[in-house]
């Protein structure tokens, strides 16, 4: 039997490889419940990371995934960075998944520098009961560190920075 | 089986220095959104999108090659109908990217990027050229192994996996610190693809081959999702 594959860099030289994913919103402009996930990833000197690939992956409004979500929620969302760090997506915010979880959308990292990909979870202000049980948040070591992984609500929509070292560093998971 | 995957600090890949995180990773119990993933349809992948020599009005210069192979779950399933994209530099060693200013020439006949779905042997298939080495300022006279990227899908969040084939036989592959961030050497021969007469056709081209095995490190999938 042959052992899992390794994981290897994303290197700096994906964008004409991967492009042709990014930017298809997950629900249309002007869509009723239209969310908008957006942020900044950050490397340890505070710096804009210009060269990075951020997918998310989430359940539609009512907590289904594809195949079992309605036709049309692909429920997946690809962005390259710009040169200010940048990424933002058109979505909606999904419903809970289980009894016990609150909502959430999961992110995948990948750039230059990063051997593998980083994965962490954007969780939502406005569901304090939910969150307040939810087994990932209410079991971090560091329960400070958890504020982290909360969306803040501003002009735009949800934003969801992303630091990848230093005093806010964001949880990432293993998974 | 334990993770094969390279560390995030890794001191010999100066890019990692300032974007490794610093606190440990947290373990995260794996749930519906794990244990699911994105669905890629027919209709979103060309034929042609598997033959990268096909695109511009010449042929590309370079080594023309067959890389085919399968992509396997942990327990050598094959794993049908899963989006694989490459993409990889030209024969000279240069991207057809903006930010590479390697001084070696563009080819009007290549851009390099190609994507399939697996067949349901999760066979998948690409008809490209055999990239170039290329220089990068890692160290004094980095040099980068021939490589193709790779992304893949497989069938649920935790299965996502992004990684680089090499070429049977290439004397950087000892001094390149990405490959060797592996630290298990077995886990990164598995890196390698082979040599592979079957896929090579007669007057046309050579076959390299490379299986993916996809890990997904969550213990439990969630009842009755796939």
Known sequence: ?175 | MASPDPPYDEPAYRSSALRAPRRPLVPLPGGPTEASGPVFGEDEVEPGDADLTCHHEGEPLGQRINVSGRLLDGDGRAVAGQLVEIWQANAAGRYAHEVDQHPAPLDPNFTGAGRCLTGPDGSYRFVTIKPGAYPWRNHPNAWRPAHIHFSVFGRAFTERLVTQMYFPGDPLLAHDPIYLSVRDEQARERLVSSFDWQTTEEEWALGYRFDVVLGGHLATPVEGLR
């Open chain 1, 1 to 175: 039997m042959r052992g899992p594959t390794p994981s290897q860099t994303v290197g700096p030289f994906f964008r004409f490889g991967l492009a042709w994913l990014a930017g298809r919103d997950l629900v249309a402009e002007g869509h009723p419940g239209l969310l908008r996930l957006h942020g900044v990833v950050r490397d340890g000197e505070g710096d804009p990371v210009t060269d990075a690939v951020v997918e998310i992956w989430q359940a539609d409004p009512a907590g289904k995934f594809p195949p079992r979500s309605p036709s049309g929620w692909r429920g997946f969302g690809r962005c390259l960075t710009g040169p200010d760090g940048g990424y933002s997506f058109a979505t909606a915010k999904p419903g809970r998944v289980d009894g016990m979880q609150a909502p959430h959308i999961d992110i995948s990292l990948f750039a230059r520098g990063l051997l593998q990909r980083l994965v962490t979870r954007v969780y939502f202000p406005d569901e304090g009961p939910a969150n307040s049980s939810d087994p990932v948040l209410t079991s971090l070591p560091d329960p400070s560190r958890a504020e982290t992984l909360v969306g803040v609500p501003d002009g735009l929509g949800l934003r969801f920075d992303m630091c990848l070292q230093g005093p806010g560093e964001t949880v990432f998971f293993a998974w």
